[in-house]
């Protein structure tokens, strides 16, 4: 564990994990065996890493969600108090974000690599061995399915199904549901 760490109550990190300097990880975290996380990462509470997950620097897992509900005095923050599952092998890169949702989980499947600056809803499910590349944006509730690849500066738009398979290529924006197997291209893609 490197230098200026913090690590909150009821936290676990397994044996054979590595901690660089300045990480910060609240209370009820989960990090598995042969983890790395790289200088100022930070894990918020309810995130579950699996072993050998890598999040890099100043990556934040487990943030709130964007989530707010109309009032007459204004927008009012939902608790978001869900939890962000990582499974085995995923990788973070640098300045990602992935969100905690108000309810249920964020979930990115096992082997998925996440690249620099790529932002993921609350809510949102991503497939096995996926590639997000830089400046991605996924917004709540999608699902990302097994295989994909989304080029840089893609975006999925909320509540959206991306089947398994499918390439989104550089700065396209999906506005519908992708069938698996699909390449897609444009704005809107197509």
Not at 109 to 122: E, P, R, S
Request: proline content about 4%; glycine content about 16%.
């Amino acid at each position: 564990i490197g230098p200026h760490v913090c690590i909150g109550d009821d936290t676990r990190i397994c044996a054979n994990s590595t901690i660089h300097a300045g990480v910060v990880i609240y209370g009820d975290v989960r990090v598995g065996q042969f983890c790395e996380l790289h200088a100022n990462a930070v894990l918020h509470p309810g995130v579950r890493l699996a072993s050998h997950c890598v999040v890099h620097s100043n990556a934040v897992v487990g943030s709130e969600g964007f989530g707010f509900v109309p009032t007459a005095s204004g927008w009012r923050k939902m608790p978001q108090t869900g939890l962000v599952i990582l499974e085995e092998g995923v990788e973070v890169g640098c300045g990602s974000t992935i969100d905690r949702p108000s309810v249920g989980e964020t979930r990115i499947g096992a082997g998925t690599k996440i690249d620099n600056l790529v932002q993921i809803g609350h809510n949102v499910i991503v497939g096995e061995h996926c590639l997000l590349c830089a400046q991605t944006a996924v917004a709540g509730s999608a699902i990302i399915g097994d295989r994909c690849v989304l080029g840089g500066k893609s975006g999925i738009g909320d509540n959206l199904n991306v089947g398994a398979d499918c390439v989104i290529g550089g700065a396209a924006i999906v506005l519908s549901d992708v069938p698996a197997g699909s390449f897609m291209m444009g704005y809107p893609a197509q």
